[in-house]
């Protein structure tokens, strides 16, 4: 038996050796296969589901009750190294394949990749031409988008007149780690040479989002300049995630907004300071930025799980260990977990890391914007966990949001109206970017960071 691709169904089965035939030359050879692979766009599996992050098991049980359902529809987003990124819909496109696994917690957001994006570009711009003029077109912004990745002619050798030496191979996909640590955040850090984490390459670029790498050991060089670690573990790429172990965790904690007051932007964190703001063990605060959106709501149900945490191990007096003689610390773990799950799996907005001034000085917030927390009985002999109090956050003014808004529509119509060889450079003041020509501001303005952006304009509705 062997084991054959069918190139029309796209399907893999297993045939008798005396089943098969060699195709004559010509013009059978030719014709291309009927069969294209697809994967969905904008998203990816939820990383909390699987541990290598592929689909689970629910998501594709989910994935072939759907597609079992009717005629099946697919929109195409991209088509990149003859793979078709797709919404797929189902009975006959009443329902969104993409849109149901989101919905269910099967998968997550995701951006789509440079590659993805360009071509979707091309597609949105080049509708309206005919054949020979989107295959020009397509030549031109691809040599466009790729101009700097031309090689240079080779050099004559009588120039060639020194040595060098090279270092490498680099890749623009390694990942470059630093320090959260008060005391060494300006050391450089580095995994140990032979460990599997040595190399940390971002397979997801396109995803713009802090990543936490612990280390069971950290040691440095003779001078102090270089921390070492070893025996590593990369935690899963979820929006938000250090900044919530870390509220989660440390004894004490300070949040930090951005210069508006409408958002968290990092958080404080380490044994807390004296009544006259005095740190208690400064070396080793550290503070982390929260490139995700962090609510109210999120920091309440980070303190119920604070609370119920401490209450495992909370000992009466005369007690050398807790006790489970009663009927509620037996149901605590399920309810830590049914939070947990709850915090790690809201889509959360990406938002843009901010630096605030004075952020590593302790009680640099005003007490009148330290909101009131409801403490249960058990707070008051809290002796590991103690519930944090969030800071009052303000929304963005209506008239702010109505000229962003405005900003916003005519950037759009500019864009649209940009001949693709233009030299011009436009900014996005949404998202406070940098000048870019007008093909990169098209692809930025299909990007996740901007659509969510997009979303507070919902707020002019209400």
Known sequence: ???????????????????????????????????????????????????????????????????????????????????????????????????????????????????????????????????????????????????????????????????????????????????????????????????????????????????????????????????????????????GLPAIIALLFCPEAELRRDTGGSRYVSVLCGLGSSEDSSPRFPEHDILVNIDAELSIEDIGLINHIRHLMDNMMFCNEGQDIPTTDDDFRPRVPNLIREDLMQLLLKRRKHREPEIVLNAWEWRSIPEDEVLEITKPDFEERAVVYPLHAPIELYPIPREHLVLLHKENEELKRVVARTVVTSSAELVCKLCATTPMPAHAMRIHLCSNAHLDKEEDFRLLES
């Open 1 to 239: 038996m062997m084991e054959v691709f069918f190139i029309d169904f796209g399907s893999m089965g297993r045939v008798g050796s005396n089943s098969l035939r060699e195709l004559p030359l010509g013009e059978c050879r030719e014709i291309p296969p009927l069969a294209m692979q697809c994967v969905l766009s904008n998203i990816a599996p939820s990383p909390l589901l699987h541990a290598h992050a592929q689909w689970s098991a629910n998501a594709a049980r989910l994935f072939t009750d759907l597609v079992s359902k009717g005629r099946l529809l697919g929109k195409i987003y991209s088509v990149t190294h003859g793979i078709t990124s797709i919404e797929l819909l189902a009975e006959g496109g009443k329902i969104s394949v993409n849109k149901a696994l989101l919905e269910k917690g099967y998968a997550v957001t995701s951006e789509e990749s440079y590659d993805s994006k360009l071509n979707h570009d091309l597609r949105q711009v080049a509708t309206e031409l005919n054949m020979a003029q989107k295959r020009a077109y397509n030549k031109e912004q691809t040599e466009l988008a790729f101009s700097q990745l031309l090689e240079f002619e080779e050099p004559n050798y009588k120039d060639c007149i020194s040595d060098a030496c090279l270092k490498g191979p680099d890749s623009p996909l390694e990942s470059s780690l630093h320090n959260l640590m008060y005391a060494s955040r300006d050391k450089q850090v580095h995994v140990e040479w032979n460990s599997v984490n040595s190399v940390l390459l971002d397979t997801q670029p396109q995803e713009v989002y802090e990543r936490l790498l612990v280390s069971a050991e950290v040691g440095q060089n003779d001078v102090s300049s270089k921390l070492t670690l070893r025996h590593t573990t990369l935690l899963p790429n979820i929006r």
